[in-house]
């Protein structure tokens, strides 16, 4: 197969330009300004960009236990159709993903259920109980490339400390949700022009803030490897910059619903604009966009989370946190970010491929000879989005009918189309 005339975009071999690709059984085989035919099939991919395949740190399938939200055939064709390659599902499922077995178990499917390559996560304690630490060492070894509590944070700082020690050891990164549960005090959006209005109860930012700084010094003491997921305040994007400045072993995500919408956005009481952490205000939005710009975060992330149109009924005290991502998040951080001159297509290609990939220690990331063939075609084309056509089972996204520049032509998986 050879990609022609695309725009190839590759940062870790410094490639930003018109390029051909030939890729053969699963991995690319050439990368050059002219590839001659070889009688394969080719793409006219002129007008696009062909980037590394997106990977993402943060998606949850709900598979198994709550297949009615999605499964792993939905959630990872919606990946696909999102220019994904490579996903990481968060271990809140049901049962909660806290053993080598249940890792093994997620991987076995993989080979038959999924269009896009898996790298579970492995619960940091079990059941998610926040008591017992999880068989972190045998995890890994079944597969794991990250622990986390996602959902919730570990609160019991003495049962934390030791899982980080731990990982530490084994070379296992810590997938940071961080909520001081105590301070949440039945928030159900960020405590500012929407809560007032709406007359709900507010999250403060000190739920995130004071946990986020929790876990910051606890990498810079442990030596275990600390991602932040979901960083949504301002001040939490300031004291990642002074975790790196200090050498901590830290790195940090963002999400494209938090720096391409904020909560004066909220109109009404919608629940498909209710996440965890939530829309924040005007402020922390702004602050996000010149934190990317400035190099504090690494990567962005979706943090999908399906949920059912029944309970995104339910309006922001009773329906679950989150929205889907995965179809949304290129076309949001190309028009946000690439649009509004915060990055350039190489630096969203660094935040979407490169750098999640070697926090993952996954093989994948890049256009190099000898790689396997994970390959995006995308362009920066208007659009429309519509949550009618996606391929998760949810539709939950305040996003549904905005207009937007991006969007995903094609995604090879070890050479296969899958979407
Ligand atoms: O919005 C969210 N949804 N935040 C979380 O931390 C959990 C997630 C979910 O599982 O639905
Ligand atoms: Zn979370
Ligand atoms: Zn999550």
């Excluded at 709900?62 to 499964?71: F, I, L, Y």
């Excluded at 076995?108 to 059941?127: F, N, S, W």
């Excluded at 980080?164 to 001081?180: I, S, T, V, W």
């Excluded at 709406?198 to 030596?223: C, M, N, Q, Y």
């Amino acid at each position: 197969m050879i990609l022609r005339n695309g725009h190839v975009v590759d940062p870790a071999n410094g490639i930003d330009g018109k390029c051909d690709i030939r890729f053969e059984n699963g991995v690319i085989t050439e990368v050059a300004p002219e590839i001659s035919a070889d009688g394969s099939e080719e793409l006219d991919c002129r007008g696009a960009y062909v980037v590394p395949g997106f990977v993402d740190l943060h998606v949850h399938l709900r598979d198994p236990g709550q297949t009615a939200k999605e499964t792993l055939a939905t959630g990872t064709a919606a990946a696909a159709a999102g220019g994904y390659t490579a996903i990481a599902p968060m271990p809140n499922t049901t049962p909660a993903t806290d053993s080598a077995e249940k890792i093994a178990a997620l991987l076995a499917r993989a080979k038959d259920e999924c269009r896009v390559k898996l790298m579970p996560i492995t619960a940091v304690t079990i059941g998610q109980e926040g008591t017992t630490k999880a068989d972190l060492a045998a995890a890994k070894a079944a597969g794991a490339v990250a622990m986390s509590e996602d959902g919730k944070s570990v609160m019991d700082i003495t049962v934390y400390r030791e899982a980080l020690r731990e990982a530490a050891k084994l070379g296992l990164p810590m997938f940071a949700h961080c909520e001081d549960k105590n301070l949440v005090a039945g928030g159900v959006l960020n405590e500012g022009v929407a809560s007032k209005k709406l007359g709900l109860p507010g999250i403060t930012d000190a739920v995130e803030d004071v946990i986020t700084a929790r876990d910051l010094i606890l990498a810079g003491e442990t030596g275990c490897h600390v991602h932040l997921c979901h960083v949504s305040t301002a001040f939490a994007a300031e004291l990642l910059r002074i975790a790196k400045e200090a050498g901590y072993p830290v790195s940090g995500e963002v999400c494209p619903h938090h720096f391409a919408m904020c909560d004066d956005e909220i109109p009404s009481d919608d629940a498909n604009y209710k996440m965890n952490p939530p829309l924040r205000s005007r402020k922390d939005m702004e602050a996000l966009r010149e934190a990317i710009r400035a190099g504090v975060f690494d990567c962005i992330s979706t943090d999908h989370a399906p949920h059912t149109a029944e309970e995104k009924s339910r309006g922001f005290a009773k329906a679950p946190f989150g929205i889907v991502g995965s179809e949304t998040a290129f076309a949001l951080s190309y028009t946000t970010l690439v649009k509004g001159g915060y990055l350039d297509m190489s630096g969203l290609v660094r935040m979407m491929s490169t750098n999640p990939s070697k926090i993952a220690g996954h093989t994948g990331g890049t256009l190099s000879v000898g790689a396997p063939a994970d390959i995006a075609v995308v362009t920066g084309e208007e659009t429309r989005i519509d949550a009618a056509d996606f391929k998760s089972k949810g539709k939950n996204t305040p996003f549904d009918g905005r207009r937007v520049y991006g969007k995903v032509l094609a995604t090879y998986v070890n050479g296969r189309r899958v979407y």
